[in-house]
């Protein structure tokens, strides 16, 4: 079996760059495929997540300009270069599948240049705020172009009204955590990229409320991304006199060692379709509260058992979920207990199994 894969980059810390990296080399280890990965701008950057040395990547450097619309003519231009590279590389591989993570243009060119290879494409962000033009609601009929929707969770299908829509959800490879949590530092963990979605600012507001009657506590955010927003979330920092207790971290491989030593994780996205995060935050043992945001979090965490669903954007509510676990060890434990079981129905082995089974039914079907 021939995969090939497209997206934009593979060098940034995020969801859907750990979850791609992890699939390619599965589909090489385990299945042993054929797997080609094409990128439009990895600016020679290394890759951030570990890929396997058999995996076929390059990079078209194309190099859309993020700051502005892809509507744009810089980016027209581009896109132009983009259709021909990319209709040669296709030709030169010849896949069995071809496999759409792209936000870039390709996602709506791919069906015209290529009609008889099976087109899938993948979601990795909720379509719960989207409110596209004339334009752009035109530019979506093409995903029924497409063979097979990849989505996150049942509530994304009813956004797209393509026939052939399958749920497979996100899944983590982090080893079940053999520390208790009653050995652990009192610490409340947040991670991801550093953009308006996650609302980091937000979790400085509820900590502030928090900190004074917690001092032996800290507030620990691991992320990179929009330098502003960094710049506006220390400024609250300095502002809520919160300098010895909030924190602010780079991007880190090592995410899972900082799990395992917390004690609670904290979500405050306005939106998430099914975040990699939580899955991690669970194999670590880790009671999470998070804002119950459009759509994922609701499919992962079993609210009141392994964690606590948070009206979204309701700060005082998220502050006395969180004051709650903080005074309550033995809720805590039992908490991450239920948490690291609940994990388990995501597993990389389960949900591999069903990225395999619809690669092969689809291809089967055209050949």
């Known amino acids: 079996m021939k995969i090939l894969y497209l997206t934009d980059q593979v060098y940034l810390h995020g969801g859907a760059e750990r979850i791609l990296s992890l699939k390619l080399n599965h589909f090489i280890e385990v299945y042993n495929y054929d797997v080609f990965l094409i990128t439009t701008e990895q600016k020679n950057n290394k890759p951030v997540y570990f890929l396997n ?28 270069s983009h259709f021909i590279k990319l209709k040669r590389e ?28 099976p087109k899938l494409k993948e979601f990795h962000t909720s379509r719960n705020n989207y409110k596209p033009s004339f334009l752009r609601r035109t530019l979506d009929t093409i995903f029924t172009k497409y063979d097979t929707l990849i989505l996150l969770n049942e509530t994304e299908k009813s956004y797209y009204t393509n026939k052939n829509k399958i749920v497979i959800p996100n899944f983590t490879d ?24 996650k609302q980091f600012d937000k979790l400085i507001e509820i900590w502030k409320g928090i900190s004074a009657d917690f001092p032996e506590w800290k507030l620990k955010i691991f992320g990179d991304g929009d330098s502003s927003i960094l710049k506006k979330i220390n400024q609250l920092i300095e502002e809520y006199n919160l300098t010895e207790t909030a924190f602010v971290l780079p991007s880190t491989n090592n995410i899972q060692e900082e799990m395992q030593k917390a004690s609670v994780f904290a979500l405050t ?24 945001c459009p759509n994922g979090p609701r499919f992962i965490i079993n609210n009141n058992s392994d964690g606590i669903l948070v009206e979204k954007n309701n700060i005082e509510d998220f502050q006395k979920a969180l004051k709650l676990l903080m005074n309550d060890e033995k809720l805590r434990i039992n908490f991450g207990d239920k948490a690291a079981d609940n994990v388990q129905k995501f597993s990389k082995e389960k949900v591999m199994k069903q990225w395999s089974d619809m690669i092969v039914s689809v291809s089967s079907v055209k050949n």
Do not use: W
């Open 90 to 117: 296709i030709k030169r591989i010849n896949p069995d599948v071809i496999i759409s993570l792209s936000y870039s243009p390709d996602q709506y060119f791919l069906p015209i240049i290529e009609k008889k290879i």
């Open 174 to 197: 982090f080893k079940p955590n053999s520390l208790k949590l009653d050995n652990r530092e009192k610490t409340v963990i947040a991670a991801g990229r550093i953009a308006p979605v």
């Open 53 to 80: 040395s058999k995996i076929k990547s390059k990079d078209l450097g194309i190099n859309y300009h993020r700051e502005i619309s892809y509507f744009h003519p810089k980016n027209l231009i581009k896109s132009i």
């Open 269 to 292: 996205s306005y939106e998430e379709c099914f975040p990699m995060v939580l899955l991690e935050s669970q194999s670590c043992s880790l009671p999470i509260v998070s804002f119950d």
